[in-house]
T-cell receptor, first 113, second 112 residues
Framework: DAMVIQNPRYQVTQFGKPVTLSCSQT?????MYWYQQKSSQAPKLLFH???????NEADTPDNFQSRRPNTSFCFLDIRSPGLGDAAMYLC????????????FGDGTRLSIL | DAKTTQPPSMDCAEGRAANLPCNHS???????VYWYRQIHSQGPQYIIH???NNETNEMASLIITEDRKSSTLILPHATLRDTAVYYC?????????????FGSGTQLTVLP
């Protein structure tokens, strides 16, 4: 059974039209991460929440925001998507301990028209 | 920046052992070695991790050299479903930087 669930699997939006991607988890993990993975590249961390504490990576564009209303859910908001934001967006969770692995969802593939 | 070096691609015959090398010569004493794989169009899947000792689970074995500067992931009997990109990642023990920093990985192709 999937423990990190991302919806939808495929999302199409128009250039400049705000879009929200969602992630839910049944693991009750403290930490939730959002990664961006462009075609033929490795995943790149955008930000993470440790409980309610938000941690942004230094090079994450301001266009990307996140919300975590409760332990189970985390959202990625792209305020004004550009063509360069087309990518796979991966959500992951972790207990917050280095000796515990991260668990990934299967991602949402975002296309920009 | 990724702290690991892996060959970009490898082939392996189905049923044979796949040995995937990783160099992490700058690893520090408080960093784990993690291995993940990513099958096309799926999220990364955790395989195994270790600190100093060799590790084995139902998926694979991890051999870490005594100086910890390199490691090898072993899939004992590769199947076609093991075709994927394999990532070797060094991850700190503590601190806020517990995220995974992915390198380029190794594309493993299992051939029939």
């Amino acid at each position: 059974d999937a423990m990190v669930i991302q919806n939808p699997r495929y999302q199409v939006t128009q250039f400049g039209k705000p879009v929200t991607l969602s992630c839910s988890q049944t693991l009750n993990h403290n930490v939730m991460y959002w990664y961006q993975q462009k075609s033929s590249q490795a995943p790149k961390l955008l930000f993470h929440y440790y409980d309610k504490d938000f941690n942004n990576e230094a090079d994450t564009p301001d266009n990307f925001q996140s919300r975590r209303p409760n332990t189970s859910f985390c959202f990625l908001d792209i305020r004004s998507p550009g063509l360069g934001d087309a990518a796979m967006y991966l959500c992951a969770t972790n207990l917050g301990q280095a000796n515990q692995p991260q668990h990934f969802g299967d991602g949402t593939r975002l296309s920009i028209l | 920046d990724a702290k690991t070096t892996q060959p970009p691609s490898m082939d392996c015959a189905e049923g044979r052992a796949a040995n995937l090398p990783c160099n992490h010569s700058t690893i520090s004493g408080n960093e784990y070695v993690y291995w993940y794989r990513q099958i096309h169009s799926q999220g990364p899947q955790y395989i195994i991790h270790g600190l100093k000792n060799n590790e084995t689970n139902e998926m694979a074995s991890l051999i870490i050299t005594e100086d910890r500067k390199s490691s090898t992931l072993i899939l004992p009997h590769a199947t076609l479903r093991d075709t994927a990109v394999y990532y070797c990642i060094v991850r700190p023990l503590a601190g806020s930087a517990r995220q995974l920093t992915f390198g380029s990985g190794t594309q493993l192709t299992v051939l029939p």
